[in-house]
């Protein structure tokens, strides 16, 4: 149910939209055949995007693969990604080197993801960062985008994926905080602290 969830949210509207577009593209030869090339390079990225997101699928169905991977790498992918469908520039920067279980390092990777999502359909930043501060005993992470941000008070916190970053967080014991007003930006900090999370 998980996988299918994660599939129908990004690899199929992905694919569904880079489709949308091949489809319109007879017609636009006829018309305007200069945007032709664009729609292609559109279709490019997006196929990019999804062959990203089905990486990172296929190493939720295998962990031994996924466990090989870093946080840092995935979210450099999820960089590299994203960088193909917007022009926001994505400064990431890691500070320290630890292995965390799987399931924490996925959830980290799906905030991040979530959030610069919505940095690309909502905030119209010109740029945005990510912190990650890998510890023995904390794992903390830092989003911060320079775009118009938000009112929580005055808009469903459903349609900008907060309560889903906050699911996520929750699930495995670490705290999230999500700082906006608008015209101020956003900023998110997510904290997962191994002491605390000790059964």
Do not use: C
């Amino acid at each position: 149910n998980k996988l299918a969830r994660e599939l129908h949210d990004t690899v199929t509207q992905t694919l569904f939209s880079s489709n949308m577009i091949s489809e319109a593209i007879p017609k636009l030869w006829k018309k305007d055949p200069e945007t032709v090339f664009e729609r292609i390079e559109e279709i490019k990225q997006l196929n990019n995007f999804a062959l990203a997101e089905m990486r990172v699928l296929l190493h939720e169905l295998r962990p031994s693969t996924f466990k090989e991977e870093t946080l840092g790498n995935l979210i450099k992918e999820l960089i590299k990604s994203i960088g193909s469908r917007t022009k926001i520039p994505v400064e990431l920067i890691i500070n320290g080197e630890y292995k965390f279980p799987s399931k924490i390092e996925l959830a980290y990777y799906r905030i991040s993801q979530e959030a610069l999502n919505n940095i690309i359909k909502h905030s119209h930043a010109t740029k945005a960062s990510i912190i990650l501060k890998i510890l023995p005993e904390n794992l903390y992470m830092d989003i911060t985008d320079n775009g118009r941000g938000f009112d929580d008070k005055k808009i469903a916190s459903a349609n900008l994926g907060v309560t889903i970053m906050k699911e996520r967080a929750k699930l495995i014991g670490a705290s999230i905080n999500i700082d906006s007003m608008p015209g101020k930006g956003t900023r998110i900090t997510v904290s997962y602290n191994k002491k605390n999370n000790l059964k």
